[in-house]
Each structure stands twice: as structure tokens, then as C-alpha cells.
């Protein structure tokens, strides 16, 4: 029987040791604001002398753009780095011998980092709605439908995450490396353009990588370019991703916790 | 302030350890050199699939935009070679760790220089590669006056990157928490250096033009060696060949900004 309350604390911690770094949060904001300005003024050149796609006029491609740089201020935060940091500096060994689960940790921890930051989602978004216009969802089913999809993606990202971070177990340096995935997935993720920009063959493999249910899935959802059936498979599919990274990562985790070399001194 | 003999000594000094360093870590030196690959990679990847869908960007096409890339790159990797430290200033203020280069017999901004750090010439030899390509890619004359001033070009920009960074690292000592400075700094010079000035708005043009004049550093000189004909202020197509004229006064004025703010930081240290 796993007791939550623990959890719900390590949370409303996470929550709070975030929120005393205001500064931080307001250069988010302020960096936001340059990102959208980017965002019109780059898709407003490009549609004025090409023809539009049919299917993503101007104002679905910047709602596109802006609502992912929305999303990145949540997918962006990497509770599971801690792990990293644990098993450098050798912690991790008397975490180990607490009555906890320390994915679990990890978990809740990221989730109260994270509701911070979803919090800066607002005034954002009402920051953005100076600059540019975003369009609502397609429906209150696609509404519905999105946020799952954002619930799945999210719950993808974080195992993601947390399987680059056990690579620490093996090679304890790792910053670099997941660096060059972080990168790899905002092209393959959707998260910068829209996947369906890519060339014939390589889009409709991007399509089916478990990058795609991150950022893209969910996207295409807010925007109605998936729907009826579609929206049903493509959760599917995130679900399935999500089972498949979830067995990947108890196997990570439990092999690795088995090879613990805490690094001496 | 001792004889240029021991000041070059102490450049050699610290490029040795930065050499010894990345000899010492192979495996990490090979991760942070795919690390530059993706970045860069993943930069021009998006830049080639935007434009593969709209071939046209205000006038420029996708071998244009490369041939910009690579001019910011080139300039923009130099600075980070011999410069990037410069950057970390606002961090050392921030520590508590500047006052240390205060008390030593060095001047402040050559000893911040010579910082050993884990710069290497990774991303600079990656910029030259991709610029040759870019070059060809996008039929470039490749006659005297273009092998005369891309060297120039490089200094320019590395010189405009230089004095913008010690402007932000001077501004730190008045205001210690420069974060949102440096985040619209970082984001003008590397993302909005991607695309033609003539896309942004004129407050932004006249920006990136003549405030921080990151649009010298690879702009204006693409639309002189592209001959194109641009409405983003270019007063004259020869607007380019000044970067190294432009980088020079800014850095100039920059580092006086820094002596000031240098002699304002030892009045109130405490």
C-alpha cells in the first residue's frame, strides 16, 4: 500500500522552493514575449509570399507556434535531472535507505515544480494575446481531448526524461548527451514547426516517433486537425508510448540501482 | 603591468590547460561536439523544412538562409572561443567571485579572457566546414574582395558579439540580477540573427541594426555577397563591409562602459 500524503508533500515543496525564485520566472515571461514577436513576424513573411498550405492558414500556424512555446514553459521542466545530480555526487545512496519510492519522488517533485510554472501559463498567454492572435480549440471536444493528450504527454515526457537520466547509472556524465536529445526531440517533437513540414517518407516516420506524442499530438488535437477517429488512435498511441517508456523505465531503474557506484570523496 | 612577453606567456599558459583538459576528457570533448552538431544541426534542419514548404523568405531562399547561417555562425563560434568567458561575468558578480580578479596584478577584462574554460575550437572548425558548404551552396562569387573581407566580417562580428556581452557583464555591477537582459540579448543574437532583418518590424530593424548591431555581424554582408536588393535598411548594398568599422566603435565604446563601471565597482566594494 503506497501512502500519497509523502508525495503531496515533496509537491507543494517542490512548488515553493520554486516560487522563491521570482526573478527567474518574470525572465521567462520576458523571453516569452521576444518568442512571439519571432513567431509573427517569421510565419507572417513566409505566408505573404507563398502560397498557404490548405489546411494550416496563417492563424492556425501562429496559434500552433504559440500554444507550443506555452506547453514548452511545462515540458521544460525536467524534475528528473535531480537524479543525475544525485548519482554524481553520490546522495543517492542514502536515498536508497529512505522508506520511499524515489521515482515517485522524482515524480511529485517535477509535478510541484511544474504547477508553478503552469502558472505562469496566464499571464503569458495574455502577454502573447498582445502580439498575436490565438485561436481557441476546435470544439469543446477537442478542448477535452487536448488536455488528455497534454496529460499523456506529459506523463511521456517525464519518462523520457527519467530514462536519459538513468543513463547516469552507466556513465554518470550525461549533460551533454541529453542536451543533444532535448535538441533532437523540439525538431522531432513538434515542438518548432509543425511535423507535417517535413519531407514525404521522413514525416511519416517523425509522425510515429514517441517524440511526436509530446508536443505534436496534442497540438494537432487543439487545432482540429485531428478528429473524430483520428483523436481516438492517436491517444492510443501516446498510451501506448507511455506503457512502452514506463516498462523501459522500471527495467533502467531497477537495473540501475542495482549497479550503484557511488563516486568516493 | 609586466612586458607583452609575459602577457602572451599567460595566454599560452591557459591555452595549454584548455588543450591538456580536452586531451584529459576525450569521451566528454566527443559529447559536447555532438552536442554542437545537434544544435546547429537541429537549427538548419528547421530552417530547411520551413523552407522547403515556403521556398520563399521575404526574397530569400533556403541556400540564402544558409549562407546567412553560416556568417553568424563563423563570427558567433570566434567570439566563443576567445570570448565566451566574457558572458560569465554576470555569474561572477552574481558569486561573489569577481572581487577576486580585482586584487591581482593582471588587467580585469585579460584575465576574465584567459579564464580556462571548456571552450574548444569544436564549433568554430564545424562554422568554417559549413560556411565553405554554404558558400558553394549558395553561389557565392568567391573573387578577392570576398576572400579580402570575410576575414573582416569574422573580426566585425566577433567584435559586436564582444562588446554586447561586456556591456551586459558592465550592467551587472549596477544591477546584479541581469538574467532578463541576458535572455533578450542571447535570444536577438541567436535566433533572430536566422532570418532576413527585413521580416521584423522598423523598431526591431533599427535594433538590430544600430543598437545592438547584431544585423553587421551577418545581415548586411549576405546582402551585399547575395546582391540583394533589401527594403531592412540598407542604406547602401557596400552597408556590409563596414562590420568590422561598425564591431570596432561598439567595442570600443563598450569598453569604455566597462572602465567606468569598473572604477564605480571597486568605489562600492565592500
Known sequence: MIHLAPYLQFASKAFQREATYRVEVLSEIGSLVLRVYLIRALWTALYAHNPAPPDLPLHAIITYSTVALLLSLIFEVDGTRQLREKLRLGTIATDLLKPISIPGFLFSDGLGMTLLHAMTVIPSLLIALLLVHVDRPAGAGAAAAFLAAFALGYAVNFLLNFCMNCVAFWTLETFALQLVVRWLSDLLSGAIIPLAFFPGVFQSVVLHLPFAAVYSTPLLIYLGLLRGQQVGHALLEQLAWLLAFAALAALAWSRGRNRVVVQGG | ?270
Request: proline share 4%; hydrophobic share 55%; aromatic share 20%.
Open chain 2, 1 to 270: 603591468m609586466g612586458s607583452t612577453r609575459s602577457w602572451l606567456g599567460v595566454v599560452a599558459q591557459a591555452w595549454r590547460i584548455r588543450l591538456l583538459t580536452m586531451l584529459e576528457y576525450k569521451a566528454n570533448f566527443f559529447m559536447w561536439f555532438a552536442f554542437t552538431i545537434a544544435y546547429h544541426g537541429v537549427a538548419v534542419a528547421a530552417l530547411g523544412a520551413t523552407l522547403y514548404n515556403f521556398p520563399s523568405l521575404a526574397g530569400w531562399n533556403f541556400r540564402e538562409i544558409a549562407f546567412l547561417y553560416a556568417l553568424w555562425m563563423l563570427g558567433h563560434s570566434t567570439h566563443n572561443l576567445f570570448f565566451f568567458s566574457v558572458g560569465d561575468v554576470p555569474v561572477y558578480v552574481q558569486e561573489g567571485t569577481f572581487d577576486r580578479f580585482l586584487v591581482r596584478p593582471r588587467d580585469v577584462l585579460f584575465q576574465i579572457v584567459t579564464v580556462p574554460n571548456q571552450q574548444w575550437p569544436d564549433e568554430l572548425a564545424l562554422a568554417i566546414v559549413w560556411f565553405v558548404f554554404a558558400t558553394w551552396y549558395a553561389h557565392v562569387a568567391v573573387n578577392w574582395v570576398f576572400l579580402l573581407a570575410v576575414p573582416l566580417i569574422v573580426l566585425g562580428g566577433v567584435l559586436i558579439d564582444l562588446a554586447v556581452s561586456l556591456m551586459v557583464a558592465t550592467v551587472s555591477f549596477w544591477f546584479v540580477r541581469v538574467d532578463t537582459l541576458r535572455w533578450v540579448v542571447m535570444s536577438l543574437e541567436q535566433e533572430f540573427t536566422r532570418y532576413p532583418v527585413s521580416i521584423y518590424t522598423r523598431g526591431v530593424r533599427i535594433l538590430m541594426a544600430y543598437v545592438l548591431p547584431y544585423a553587421f555581424m551577418n545581415y548586411f554582408p549576405a546582402v551585399y555577397f547575395l546582391h540583394k536588393s533589401d527594403q531592412g535598411l540598407t542604406v547602401v548594398p557596400w552597408l556590409g563591409l563596414l562590420a568590422p568599422l561598425v564591431g570596432g566603435v561598439w567595442f570600443a565604446a563598450a569598453y569604455g562602459f566597462w572602465r567606468v563601471g569598473l572604477n564605480r565597482y571597486q568605489g562600492t566594494g565592500s
